[in-house]
Structures are given as structure tokens and as C-alpha cells.
């Protein structure tokens, strides 16, 4: 069975840091790609980077890029979200997901999220 966990949301002042981590488990780690959604109150879920296990291509919705960085530690079947010089309009909810790739595939399993609360 698919597992994802996420872990590292919290509250945290505009322009601080914070690192999100998702522990996956039930499936082949290296074969995957994993995404980042997130949703704010109101508003759809959107995407906001993705990573494949395999090679390690990245992927960031332009807006994000140079403040977020995807990576993986495939050894520990992890994928981390670092968020620098967060911005009140970064709160959601973050959510990883499982994808059979970043490109031409959506998420075909999430994992429960967590909170991300950036104040001004």
C-alpha cells in the first residue's frame, strides 16, 4: 500500500524558512516522480514543483522558482520541499503526491498535508 507522509509545516514569519519532507513507502521509490501541491483557503489546489526519483529533473511553477528547491534522498525514499523567504500568500496547505512522471502525469496518490502559516 502507498504510503506518503508529510512533516516540517509549522508557523513561520515572512521571509523565513521552512523544510518540508514526504516519507513514501509501498511502491518502487526510483521509478516515480513525487509533486508538491498546495492549496489555500479558497482557493484549487495547485501545483508547485516535482522531482523524478529516476534522474532527478525538477520542476517549480515560475513563480516559485529561486525561492523553493525540490531535492531526494532516494535512500531514504524522501523527497524535501525548502521553501526560503516565505511570503504571507505562501499559506496553504502543502500536499505531496505520487506521479508516475512530472511530465504528462497527475497525482494518483496524495498524502494527508500539512500546514503552512506565514505571517507578515
Known amino acids: 500500500e502507498v504510503y506518503l507522509v508529510e512533516s516540517g509545516g509549522g508557523l513561520v514569519q515572512a521571509g523565513g524558512s521552512l523544510r518540508l519532507s514526504c516519507a513514501a513507502s509501498g511502491f518502487r521509490f526510483d521509478d516515480y516522480a513525487i509533486g508538491w501541491f498546495r492549496q489555500a483557503p479558497g482557493k484549487e489546489r495547485e501545483g508547485v514543483s516535482c522531482?523524478?526519483?529516476?534522474?532527478?529533473?525538477?520542476y517549480y511553477e515560475e513563480s516559485l522558482k529561486g525561492r523553493f528547491t525540490i531535492s531526494s534522498d532516494n535512500a531514504k525514499n524522501t523527497v524535501y520541499l525548502q521553501m526560503n523567504s516565505l511570503k504571507p500568500e505562501d499559506t496553504a496547505v502543502y500536499y505531496c503526491?505520487?506521479?508516475?512522471?512530472?511530465?504528462?502525469?497527475?497525482?494518483?496518490?496524495w498524502g494527508q498535508g500539512t500546514q503552512v502559516t506565514v505571517s507578515s
Open positions: 503526491a505520487l506521479q508516475l512522471s512530472c511530465v504528462g502525469s497527475g497525482p494518483d496518490y
Open positions: 522531482i523524478s526519483n529516476s534522474d532527478g529533473t525538477t
